[in-house]
């Protein structure tokens, strides 16, 4: 198919004047610092120099909020082939079989490789512990503080990395844009409030910015979830592809004043059950493996219910487990529904689905390489291959643990391989020093002065555009009401000079958003996290990746 052509409409976010910028030469330049880019920096070698930038504290990544667990074969009567079959059930034609059988095959060697560095999965009977979750044939999830994997995981990469002395961490720190020079990746544009706008010139760049849940009002994703590697990625020429895929998870705990806490499928895996107000399971009637059924089955499953009992959220019900289970097993959401007199051993937990995770990206090969030379790319900024149509459980980390060491590794071997000259400044950027490329205003349309955007207006309304109208369920009318709708904000927020991130954050969010809406409004037809009501069936012809380059 040929790629759909969407113009960013600059080419970076700021203008700037590379003599009047401080600049900063590196081996590796590592931008995010969940378990992608923690274990990307683990693999270089330590005679380079790395610069680790991540837009908040260290401990403030996507990662450290998971649940679940990550998924390994490691039940005796388990098989990889089970594993591999599961993820390509799930991905509905669109998974990438050697992707999947590469990363099921190497998943167990990566766990084993997190204990070494400190982490502590559960135990049963002295082995680790395993759980079931929704797709999965077999129990394969391993699991941290019983239902804090990603708190565990990452305490364990932190302190490992910090330990590493060629290692610069810079926090706090936004990276606005990649800089190229010559159709190859130079290194980036960064910004802190100590330092103000710094060029970091490197060798090999690897991305690693993680996902977009803050398009959508209900979400699990915690506030650093803006698109931004999508985004970057994208206006420096990266094609990108799959972005029609969000994943909903199907329950998101749903209380009004709280934030939208996710309760882990492992409480379905572990016997938990769904109930509309009425008291009903529903699930049985909508698939044969009832609350086990993969994550987009169960969310639209939910969003019927709702919608046909008139109530604004379903139930979550544990109250026939064991108490000991629940108590070993949820101890954390247990203490999140305590903060609202909700007993998770007594009371149903009122939930619904969000967006949970970005299956569509940067297009990477089997080696963390994208179409850009020298940027690399891994984790949910990418579209490897692996998830297809719709990610299987517990996948993610662990797709995290894998591309991450790739893009470390051939990053570092490349790095390796250059003289230090190479770091020696372009005289000339591409598209010329920051200029935006395309001005597509009329005199009418100029940009808006930034200091009187209301920011925070702005990303509530796209928030419930989305959620309206590119969520769950998706019609052609919604889809083009929302190109218009987005396409109008875009060309007043878009050619604006933010000096503060969020205002960058922003315009990240209103391109992907673009990027999403016309992969959407591409693919005809319901296909894993797609779900169009007006062509519910899977077109057996549309079985292929919708790419997106940027024009120009
Ligand atoms: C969960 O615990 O339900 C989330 C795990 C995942 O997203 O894979």
């Not at 990662?63 to 390509?88: C, E, K, L, R």
């Not at 903060?339 to 963390?368: C, K, N, T, W």
Request: glycine share 8%; net charge negative; charged share 25%.
């Amino acid at each position: 198919m040929t790629p759909l052509i969407v113009s960013p409409k600059r080419r970076y976010l700021v203008e700037f004047n590379p003599k009047r910028v401080p600049h900063l030469f590196t081996d590796v330049l590592i931008i995010g610092a969940g378990i992608t880019g923690i274990r990307a920096a683990l693999a270089i070698d330590p005679r380079l120099n790395v610069v680790l930038a991540t837009k908040d504290r260290l401990k403030e990544s996507n990662s450290a909020y998971a649940q679940g667990g990550i998924a390994g074969v490691f039940d005796p009567v388990d098989h990889f082939a089970n594993h591999v079959a599961d993820t390509m059930a799930a991905g509905k034609g669109l998974c990438d079989r050697e992707i999947v059988e590469t990363v099921v095959r190497e998943a167990p060697e990566r766990i084993h490789e997190l204990t070494t560095m400190g982490a502590l999965f559960d135990q049963a009977d002295g082995e680790i512990a395993l759980t079931q979750e929704g797709g999965h044939s077999h129990r394969r999830v391993v699991h941290a503080l019983g239902d804090a994997t990603g708190k565990e995981v990452m305490r364990a990469l932190i302190e490992r990395v910090r330990s590493e002395s060629h290692i610069d961490i810079w926090e706090n720190t936004f990276t606005i844009d990649v800089l190229t020079h010559e159709g190859e990746c130079r290194g980036a544009l960064v910004w802190n409030a100590s330092h103000g706008k710094t060029f970091v010139w490197a060798k090999q760049t690897i991305l690693a910015t993680g996902g977009a849940g803050r398009l959508y009002r209900e979400t699990t994703n915690p506030e650093i979830a803006t698109a931004d590697g999508h985004a970057m990625a994208f206006r420096a020429g990266c094609e990108l592809r799959d972005m029609e895929f969000m994943q909903f998870h199907p329950t998101v705990l749903y209380i009004a004043g709280s934030s939208r806490h996710l309760i882990s499928e492992a409480a379905r895996g572990e016997g938990g059950l769904l109930r509309d107000c009425f008291g009903n399971r529903f699930m049985p009637d909508c698939d044969p493996a009832a609350e086990l059924a993969p994550r987009d089955i169960v969310s639209r499953a939910i969003t019927r219910q709702m919608e046909k009992t008139r109530h604004h959220c379903v139930y979550l019900d544990l109250s026939h487990l064991p108490k000991e289970l629940i108590a070993e097993r949820f101890p954390h959401i247990r203490q999140v529904c305590t903060q609202f007199g909700l007993d998770l051993m007594r009371d149903l937990i009122p939930v619904r689905p969000g967006a949970h995770y970005m299956i569509g990206g940067v297009s990477v090969d089997s080696e963390s390489r994208t179409s850009l030379p020298r940027l690399w790319a891994a984790g949910e900024v990418t579209s490897s291959g692996l998830h297809g149509a719709n990610r299987l459980a517990s996948n993610s980390l662990l797709e995290g643990l894998v591309f991450g060491l790739r893009a470390g590794r051939n990053a570092s071997a490349a790095a390796c391989g250059e003289s230090d000259q190479f770091t020696a400044l372009p005289l000339r950027l591409d598209a010329s020093a920051a200029v935006p490329t395309e001005r597509p205003f009329t005199d009418r349309n100029e940009p808006t002065d930034a200091a009187t955007l209301k920011l925070d207006d702005l990303l509530n309304s796209l928030n419930s555009e989305m959620w309206r109208k590119v969520g769950i369920e998706r019609n052609a009318i919604d889809l083009e009401s929302a190109k218009l709708q987005i396409e109008f904000w875009d060309r007043y927020v878009g050619p604006n000079e933010f000096s503060i991130t969020k205002g960058w954050e922003l315009q990240n969010l209103l391109l992907v958003a673009r990027l999403m809406v016309a992969a959407a409004i591409a693919r005809t037809e319901s296909r894993g996290t797609h779900s169009r009501s007006d062509f519910p069936q899977t077109d057996p012809d549309q079985a292929e990746h919708i790419r997106l380059v940027a024009r120009g």
